[in-house]
């Protein structure tokens, strides 16, 4: 079935640090693909997006493109900010059915002053 | 901007009693979700709804859970009788028509009632 894959946390960085969080998936076809951010106590809240290959998702100073030779949706910001201390979870869309969200299982990032 | 509403925000229970989670959908959005989030771990789907009828529900999902809509804007989540595993997270998800909708097939999240079974 469909799966997606995050490399795994904690992800420590200091302030204006570059950021890239692995995300690849396996699925049929080619889903919309998504990363969603978790602030500490909140819920889910879309970061960004992308529906077919080559698009690139772009939101906050966060980018992703949508890879599909590699299958993979990593997540970067070229100068992250102690604000983007969350979760952030990369997930797709299952095309089957009534599109239920896949997700992975989150990457928690850590900015330090 | 419409938002998906939950309530409460933090439920406390005895294991064995029924539970009730409730959501506010976004108005004109036709498919409806419950995600759980265990604490720590990833976010996991847990039943569609559309139409007024389940169109999809996970293995988790098992008799004790049920989903309903009652009145059209509310979309209720039931646990019958609770387990200790079932404390977590719960989110509910809203999303319009894919093709008339300016969103597309992006679903829309509510912040959660956290459940808490002791």
């Known amino acids: 079935g469909d799966s997606v894959t995050q490399m795994e946390g904690p992800v420590t960085l200091s302030e204006e640090a570059f950021l890239t969080i692995n995300c690849t998936y396996t699925a049929t076809g080619y889903p919309s693909l998504f990363w969603y951010v978790q602030y500490p106590g909140e819920g889910l809240q879309l970061l960004l997006k992308a529906t077919k290959a080559d698009d690139k998702g772009s939101n906050k100073g966060f980018e992703a493109t949508y890879r599909k030779e590699t299958t993979s949706f990593h997540l970067e910001k070229g100068s992250v900010q102690v604000s983007d201390s969350a979760v952030y979870f990369c997930?797709?869309?299952?095309?089957?059915?009534?599109?239920?969200?896949?997700f992975g299982a989150g990457t928690r990032l850590a900015v330090h002053p | 901007e419409p938002e998906v509403t939950q309530t409460p925000s933090h439920q406390v229970t005895q294991m064995g009693q029924e539970v009730i989670l409730r959501c506010v959908p976004i108005?004109?959005?036709?498919?409806f979700y419950w995600y759980r989030q265990i604490l720590g771990q990833k976010v996991e789907f847990l039943v569609s709804f559309y139409n007024n009828e389940i169109s999809e529900k996970s293995e988790i999902f098992d008799d004790q859970f049920s989903v309903e809509r009652p009145d059209g804007s509310n979309f209720t989540l039931k646990i019958r009788s609770t387990k200790l595993e079932d404390s977590a997270m719960y989110f509910c998800?809203?999303?319009?028509?894919?093709?008339?909708?300016?969103?597309?097939?992006?679903?829309?999240f509510g912040p959660g009632t956290r459940l808490t079974v002791l």
């Open positions: 998800a809203s999303r319009g028509n894919t093709w008339t909708s300016g969103s597309g097939n992006e679903q829309f």
């Open positions: 997930a797709l869309l299952s095309s089957g059915g009534y599109n239920k969200l896949i």
């Open positions: 108005s004109n959005h036709l498919y």
